[in-house]
């Protein structure tokens, strides 16, 4: 007997679509000065995964240094992601600055958190090479007489009941 298959989990199903979306994102600091310490990098992943959960996304991983983040993303195909950026740096700004006033007054000034760019990469597939080697290799079907662009709107025009005739009409 031969073993089951099971879904993969981190498949997301919809209406019509099948989709298994992750994005590994790095968010770094305005100056890319050191302003994270530890308290404040638990609370940003906290921020950050309520704001994917209200996306529904979900924040696989997370980590940080004291100038940048490491996000790993698995996001609906109904996402922009551009979108959950803009939504995961400001609101986490907006937080971190209300939360750690004087500690992030030290490092940044202004109103700005983040440097206005950021990292983003597809994840979670398979490598670039093998997709490419698997679109290659599908199987095109053959030329044939009615796939001729005049051959196939002649055969269409036969099939089509006779119309009104004279000026004014194809």
Request: net charge positive.
């Amino acid at each position: 007997m031969s073993p089951r298959w099971t879904p993969d989990p981190n498949v997301r199903r919809g209406r019509s679509v099948v989709s298994n979306l992750h994005a590994h994102l790095v968010f770094v600091t305005k100056y890319r000065r050191g302003a994270f310490t530890d308290p404040m990098l638990t609370r940003c992943e906290q921020i950050m995964a309520e704001v994917c959960d209200k996306f529904g996304a979900t924040l696989t991983e997370f980590t940080g240094e004291t100038d940048h983040v490491h996000l790993l993303i698995h996001y609906p195909p109904t996402v922009q992601l551009s979108t959950l950026v803009n939504s995961l740096k400001g609101v986490s700004a907006r937080y971190l600055r209300q939360e750690f006033p004087d500690h992030i007054q030290k490092y940044l000034w202004g109103t700005h958190f983040w440097s206005p760019s950021y990292f983003a990469a597809s994840a979670g597939g398979a490598p670039l090479a093998i997709v490419a080697e698997y679109i290659t290799n599908q199987k095109r079907p053959e030329p044939t007489q009615e796939s001729d662009p005049a051959t196939r709107d002649r055969a269409i025009q036969n099939q089509l009941p006779p119309g009104p005739q004279g000026p004014g009409f194809l």
